[in-house]
């Protein structure tokens, strides 16, 4: 019987953690109101350090309110708790202590007999982590998460959530930062977008993009001209990216419509980037997971510099609009899949069956539990697909061979 179930989200922000947080606490109070619901702040870090709010009436009552606000209310954070050298220097836990015991032995105390976790890859590998040391440990707790990321590359799940809603804001983020493509002559505007291993956030950004030019009426006479607005390159990890061949196209469109405009995932060329970096006696900072830091090594600038001069540009101008993407609220098609998704997540928590909830693309996209052991980091984004090949085609950039992820 369930009589506690605690909440947590965790790694980086998307739009979705606040919604699925107040779906989840609104279809508890729907189907079993006398469970008594709590929020450890901070994610893993707040299951560790003890810190954790009860889910009030007056919460409860209102919980739908959270589906308006992007962020998360609780608090995130990056732990990994099989890195326990990393969270002694954090000072999470004490030298010679077991993280995943440490948690487990957090949850009994705390009388915890449902635990969900709302987040990416890492979140929901960490929760795998720690559902397999209770299994062993023969502690009685059911976790069950959700696939929040707005990369959408969590294997084997269609859709994980935010990642619609991202690719929405990232296009509005587009339209005001591409407006600035004649604030000086022979301008490139590097729009870099989220994306460590995949690149189906800037692909999905740039059609959203495309689709709001359909929408525009255009006065070229007075300088009002699409093709400056448009989009004239989209550069992703999945595809190689031949800088002279690049270059001399991109060069074609500078000097017919004065102005480059580029999306660029922040992990395509990063291995080239990296190169370079260890070449010159760099030393490339990672995270506790082992990612490089990305922010640390800049691939817009390093872009940015490669073309500057390649295409005789007088500014270059590099924006991300990570941050602007992924603290926003859900949109309606994300708040559809959140409340299927948690209403499943909430079934099978009271049913007593752990897994992340998802469309299972190794079962006909069947929304199920999924076995923790089966989720996995990493889904490259599909080049091939034929929407994006259509959106290449529209923009006269040859169809890219693929290569193979390594950072």
Not at 84 to 112: Q, S
Request: hydrophobic share 45%; proline share 3%.
């Amino acid at each position: 019987m369930v009589a506690k179930v605690a909440f947590l989200t965790a790694g980086g922000f998307a739009p979705c953690l606040s919604a699925a947080l107040g779906l989840l606490i609104r279809r508890y109070t729907e189907l079993a109101p006398e469970i008594e619901l709590i929020a450890y702040e901070n994610g893993y870090q707040g299951l560790l350090s003890g810190r954790s709010i009860t889910i009030t009436d007056e919460v409860r009552a209102n919980a739908e309110l959270l589906t308006q606000y992007g962020g998360s209310p609780i608090g995130n954070s990056r732990v990994k708790l099989t890195n326990a050298k990393d969270l002694v220097k954090r000072g999470l836990v004490a030298e010679g202590v077991d993280p995943l015991r440490a948690a487990a032995d957090r949850l009994t105390a705390d009388g915890v007999d449902v635990l969900h976790t709302i987040g990416g890859d890492d979140t929901n590998t960490t929760a795998a982590d720690l559902a397999a040391f209770l299994a062993r440990e023969d502690y009685q707790l059911t976790v069950v998460g959700l696939p929040k990321t707005i990369d959408n590359d969590v294997i084997p799940i269609r859709q994980s959530l935010g990642a619609w809603t991202a690719a929405e804001q990232g296009s509005r983020f587009a339209q005001n930062i591409i407006a600035e493509h004649n604030s000086a002559s022979r301008m490139v505007i590097i729009h870099e977008v989220m994306g460590r291993n995949c690149g189906w956030l800037t692909a999905a950004t740039a059609q959203a993009y495309r689709a709001w030019l359909d929408t525009r009426e255009w006065l070229p006479g007075i300088g009002l001209d699409r093709r400056e607005w448009d989009i004239h390159a989209v550069y992703v990890p999945e595809g190689e990216i031949d800088l002279d061949a690049e270059a001399a196209r991109l060069s074609a469109v500078m000097d017919s419509v004065g102005n480059v405009n580029i999306f660029l995932s922040e992990g395509a060329g990063v291995e080239a980037i990296i190169a370079e970096l260890e070449a010159a006696g760099e030393e490339v900072a990672r995270d506790a997971f082992g990612h490089v830091k990305l922010d640390t090594i800049n691939p817009g600038a390093w872009f940015g510099k490669q073309f500057a001069s390649r295409l005789g540009a007088e500014k270059v101008m590099v924006q991300k609009s990570g941050y602007f993407s992924r603290s926003a609220p859900a949109n309606a098609a994300d708040l559809e899949l959140i409340s299927a998704m948690c209403d499943l997540a909430v079934d099978s928590a009271l049913r007593g069956v752990p897994g992340v909830i998802g469309q299972d693309e190794e079962n006909d996209d069947a929304l199920s539990a999924i076995a923790f052991d089966r989720i996995k980091g990493g889904k490259a984004f599909d080049i091939d697909v034929d929407w994006y090949g259509e959106l290449l085609d529209g923009i006269g950039q040859p169809r890219p061979r693929k290569v193979a992820v390594q950072h």
